[in-house]
């Protein structure tokens, strides 16, 4: 039999590089964008090919389309019935998020 | 320790501290800098000079890598950075005298 | 440079050679064997991360060693015979070969020169192939031992490279001996 893979070993590598590349790109996209871009492009392979999944906030973080990350004058938040619409002005791409309804403390 | 420092062979090197140690272009020896990004054959360097693309075949390194530094030589690690950790990992299995 | 030798020596005088490596069990471990069954079972019983030699006496004893993990050297005994298939696998699964000396201080007038010829091809099939080779005394008690610029000029009386031994020889023992050492060039420094 040929030499076994490590698999356990490859997903906890592949865990620690994804969340290191995420926080670089948030950290360089107002200097450098094209950098943040190939960084969020590294992650998202990095995730397909070991299937190791991203966090909520992680996935939400830039455009599927055109893989360049939000920052506060490229994108377009917009609040109507109970959603959140967000645009990215790179490639007019948006995207819903779901509110859920709050349920308050005082009944 | 010796765990972790063994799997900078599986991990790309990108956000390290890196210095060209030998080289058969005598122009590159003492490039040193963080690496920005990294292809298959080369690493892109940011020295105070400005970005440098250096070669990963015939040179050897220097990378520092939580307070220690090791010595690796280029030809180990001519895979595109989502490869490494696969490629790497196995390198490693196949050498003899090596614990996992 | 480092001699790999099957006894322990005692008073012994400045030969020119760095360090010695003894197969006695502690430090590294022999083993022999009359067919692959009685390897293997051999080889499970070992545990630890040691250095591991095969005296190979039949080609199917060293041909199964050579496929093996954990070993990392093929000694050296009379009735050795290295055919052109055992040496191409060797470089591949980079296993270290050794040409030791005592056999020829053992054998009659008319054994030696087939031993010889031997050596001879041997010595041309490795420098084809860049297989790991060792130079050695090969000895079993202190008679048998010389000094390095000896060995050294009668192995490349016969035409090897003593630079590519001395490199092989050094990786073999710096894998188990030196805590830096990881991998061929992979290593810690302070």
Known sequence: MVLKRDKELERKIARERIDELMKRSQIYKYTSYELAKRYVELAK????????????????????????????DRMRVRIKKRRVIVTCLNCKHSRRFQLKPKTSNIV | MRRELQSLIARDWIGLKVEVVESPNE????????????????????TEK??????????????????????????????RPEDRIKRGLMLLKRAK???V | MFDFIRFTPTDLPDLGFKSYVIFDGKCAI?????????????????????????VGKNPEV??????????????????????????????EKDVTIELGLSKFLKSNRSERLKLFDALRTEIKVINKFDTPFVVSSAAENMWEMRTRKQIEMFFSFFGCNILKARKSAERVVRRYFDKNYIMDGFEILE
């Not at chain 3, 022999?30 to 030699?53: H, Q, S």
């Open chain 2, 97 to 99: 005298g090596v614990k």
């Open chain 2, 50 to 79: 400005g970005l440098k693309i250096v070669a990963k075949k015939g040179r050897t390194f220097k990378v520092w890598f939580m307070e220690q530094v090791v010595k690796i030589s280029g030809n180990l690690i001519t895979f």
């Open chain 1, 45 to 72: 392979k990095i995730s397909m090919k070991y299937r190791v999944r991203m966090s909520r906030e992680q996935k939400r973080s830039f455009c599927k389309k055109c893989m360049y990350p939000y920052r506060a």
């Open chain 2, 27 to 46: 122009s590159e020896v003492g490039i040193a800098g963080e690496v920005v990004d990294e292809t298959m054959w080369t690493l892109k360097i940011m």
């Open chain 3, 62 to 91: 060293c041909r199964e060693a050579i496929m093996r993990k954990k070993v990392d050297i093929l000694l050296d005994c009379i009735e050795r015979e290295l055919d052109y298939a055992t040496i191409k696998l060797a470089a």
């Open chain 3, 30 to 54: 022999a083993l022999t064997a009359n067919n692959a069954k009685e390897l293997r079972e051999k080889l499970k019983k070992i545990k630890d991360n040691i250095l591991v030699g095969v």
